[in-house]
T-cell receptor, first 111, second 111 residues
Framework: DGGITQSPKYLFRKEGQNVTLSCEQN?????MYWYRQDPGQGLRLIYY???????QKGDIAEGYSVSREKKESFPLTVTSAQKNPTAFYLC??????????FGQGTRLTVV | DQQVKQNSPSLSVQEGRISILNCDYT??????FLWYKKYPAEGPTFLIS?????DKNEDGRFTVFLNKSAKHLSLHIVPSQPGDSAVYFC??????????FGAGTILRVKS
């Protein structure tokens, strides 16, 4: 089955810890994205990647890091520098057409 | 600086009637516009898109209209059904595959 998979669905982090959110796609898409959604708000772009080994900062990249070593994978690390990391994180991928397809999301909670 | 704006936080419509969701943008370099539907704790689902060179695209009950001179697009859902109740996001793509989202509009379809 083709699709985009995020894991884990729920993640708890202690203050001061780094955590990595996984995003894998088998749609053969070049572009991949990470968004953050806070309660009652829209989707804000953290990072995006157009091609392997290349990525660009979005609107709220501070406190986050990414890598794109493989076409299928675009992991997001939430570092201790991110002051308010509790949120719903969404990964997406897109091909030559404009539409991007989303995973089911990871809810990160700082405890 | 919000490049994509959805000024109505919510909309309530009677079943069978038309739902009209609106979106305004500021960047004239956007080349594609998209609409997504989202349920709580899930990833957004792609609904319909329109290229900046067109003014209308239709897919079943969903029609998107683009007015480039006004930098405005709208999504029409006819007839509205209770299952359409969700949050609707407008998105725009700019050069380099960067996708920018609006804040969303909550649609409630009453039966």
């Amino acid at each position: 089955d083709g699709g985009i998979t995020q894991s884990p669905k729920y993640l708890f982090r202690k203050e001061g810890q780094n955590v990595t959110l996984s995003c894998e796609q088998n749609l053969n898409h070049d572009a991949m994205y990470w968004y953050r959604q806070d309660p009652g708000q829209g989707l804000r772009l953290i990072y995006y990647s157009q091609i392997v080994n290349d990525f660009q900062k979005g609107d709220i990249a501070e406190g986050y890091s990414v890598s794109r070593e493989k076409k299928e994978s675009f992991p997001l690390t939430v570092t201790s520098a991110q002051k308010n990391p509790t949120a719903f994180y969404l990964c997406a991928s897109g091909g030559v057409e404009a539409e991007a397809f989303f995973g089911q999301g990871t809810r990160l909670t700082v405890v | 600086d919000q490049q994509v704006k959805q000024n109505s936080p919510s909309l309530s419509v009677q079943e069978g009637r038309i739902s009209i969701l609106n979106c305004d943008y500021t960047n004239s370099m956007f080349d594609y516009f998209l609409w997504y539907k989202k349920y709580p704790a899930e990833g957004p689902t792609f609904l319909i898109s329109i290229s900046s060179i067109k003014d209308k695209n239709e897919d079943g009950r969903f029609t998107v209209f683009l007015n480039k001179s006004a930098k405005h697009l709208s999504l029409h859902i006819v007839p509205s059904q209770p299952g359409d109740s969700a949050v609707y996001f407008c998105a725009a793509r700019q050069y380099g595959n960067k996708l920018v989202f609006g804040a969303g509009t909550i649609l409630r379809v009453k039966s």
